[in-house]
T-cell receptor, first 115, second 114 residues
Framework: EAQVTQNPRYLITVTGKKLTVTCSQN?????MSWYRQDPGLGLRQIYYSMNVEVTDKGDVPEGYKVSRKEKRNFPLILESPSPNQTSLYFC??????????????FGPGTRLTVL | AQTVTQSQPEMSVQEAETVTLSCTYD???????LFWYKQPPSRQMILVIRQEAYKQQNATENRFSVNFQKAAKSFSLKISDSQLGDTAMYFC???????????FGAGTRLTVKP
């Protein structure tokens, strides 16, 4: 089954404790992205990657890191989480077709709470 | 920078009726995609419909159709014969045609009443 998986699905942590949210896709997609969803703001892009070792900042990259060492994986790293990073996080992937991007496929979401 | 505006935070419709959700966007790009995504209580993001900016014909997917007005930068979603399972948050989204820069509106919470 074609899918994007994220782990963990739920996480409660404390300020300053480093954490990683993993994301993996099995569709051989070139593009992967991370978003955060907050009430009244919709989804905002944190980082995206157009291929292995190629990443770029989205709208709200502060406080986050990413890496793309393999095509299928795109982990999101919070080196020193703060309460304002409490949010619902989505990973997504999509492919190039005819030189243009098409719709993104989303993972199930990770609910993060930073105390 | 591209912006996406959904001016209706909440809407409701009776089962079997038709409802239209509004979306406007601002861009100087000529090559882009527009999407409507549905987010039910499960929080999963589900693609409803997609429109390529270079296509003049409005996209349709079963009971879902769009009214794409490129000059007006408007992209509304029409849901016909509304069903209880259509109850969800709906997000309008814009993507540039040459990279992965994707912008979402704030969402419209739709409730279908029996």
């Amino acid at each position: 089954e074609a899918q994007v998986t994220q782990n963990p699905r739920y996480l409660i942590t404390v300020t300053g404790k480093k954490l990683t949210v993993t994301c993996s896709q099995n569709m051989n997609h070139e593009y992967m992205s991370w978003y955060r969803q907050d009430p009244g703001l919709g989804l905002r892009q944190i980082y995206y990657s157009m291929n292995v070792e190629v990443t770029d900042k989205g709208d709200v990259p502060e406080g986050y890191k990413v890496s793309r060492k393999e095509k299928r994986n795109f982990p999101l790293i919070l080196e020193s989480p703060s309460p304002n990073q409490t949010s619902l996080y989505f990973c997504a992937s999509n492919t190039l077709w005819g030189g243009t991007s098409v719709e993104q496929f989303f993972g199930p979401g990770t609910r993060l709470t930073v105390l | 920078a591209q912006t996406v505006t959904q001016s209706q935070p909440e809407m409701s419709v009776q089962e079997a009726e038709t409802v239209t959700l509004s979306c406007t966007y601002d861009t100087s790009e000529n090559n882009y995609y527009l999407f409507w995504y549905k987010q039910p209580p499960s929080r999963q993001m589900i693609l409803v419909i997609r429109q390529e900016a270079y296509k003049q014909q409005n996209a349709t997917e079963n009971r879902f159709s769009v009214n794409f007005q490129k000059a007006a930068k408007s992209f509304s979603l029409k849901i016909s014969d509304s069903q209880l399972g259509d109850t969800a948050m709906y997000f309008c989204a814009f993507m540039k045609g040459n990279n992965n820069d994707m912008r979402f509106g704030a969402g419209t919470r739709l409730t279908v009443k029996p």
